[in-house]
């Protein structure tokens, strides 16, 4: 989606590099219409653009926040200190501890300011992408009806599935590997 003066989410992350997985919660944001915008800016790199552009987004009336992050993760914390919008924090697995330093920086957030965190990697930043999509839908019943549009297609992709499990088991096909 184009860049809009007010994008209800903004997706951060540390580094371009991070696209290929934080790619994943736009490409979300986008099956459900949601005006959001992608920023690269480093909590340690860029520090004093990173405060910057966060206040400036939230006194624009953005609502909610992604950070993607690897290693120590302080991007999701870093970007939670300055709005009192959530922040959903996303490991990334960038770092030879494959994101469970990630994953632990992000959820372990002392009291007071939260992030909110998923799981590492892609399947996070999709996660990430939903979860702003349900707090959106708080106040907007038509982003609530899509959302549950897509939960009822879920639903019918996993009935649709077992069908031909059961199908398969009794034609004696053996499991797939």
């Given at each position: 989606?184009?860049?809009?003066?007010?994008?209800?989410?903004?997706?951060?992350?540390?580094?371009?590099?991070?696209?290929?997985?934080?790619?994943?919660?736009?490409?979300?944001?986008?099956?459900?219409?949601?005006?959001?915008?992608a920023i690269v800016s480093s909590a340690h790199r860029t520090h004093d653009r990173t405060v910057r552009l966060v206040k400036d987004f939230t006194r624009r009336g953005t609502r909610v926040f992604i950070a993607g992050a690897g290693a120590a993760a302080h991007l999701a914390g870093a970007l939670a200190?300055?709005?009192?919008?959530?922040v959903i924090g996303v490991p990334l697995a960038s770092s030879p501890l494959s994101g469970l330093d990630s994953l632990l920086s992000t959820a372990q957030m002392p009291s007071g300011v939260p992030v909110a965190c998923t799981a590492i990697g892609e399947a996070g930043a999709r996660n990430a992408a939903l979860l702003a999509v349900e707090i959106l839908a708080?106040?907007?019943?038509?982003?609530?009806?899509?959302?549950?549009?897509?939960?009822?297609?879920?639903?019918?992709?996993?009935?649709?599935?077992?069908?031909?499990?059961?199908?398969?088991?009794?034609?004696?096909?053996?499991?797939?590997?």
């Open positions: 989606m184009p860049r809009t003066s007010t994008p209800s989410v903004v997706i951060f992350m540390g580094s371009d590099s991070d696209w290929p997985v934080m790619g994943r919660a736009a490409q979300v944001l986008e099956e459900f219409g949601v005006p959001h915008q200190a300055v709005t009192p919008r959530p708080l106040a907007d019943r038509k982003l609530e009806g899509r959302l549950l549009a897509y939960r009822r297609t879920l639903e019918r992709e996993v009935v649709r599935k077992d069908a031909k499990l059961q199908k398969d088991r009794r034609q004696g096909r053996p499991a797939a590997r």
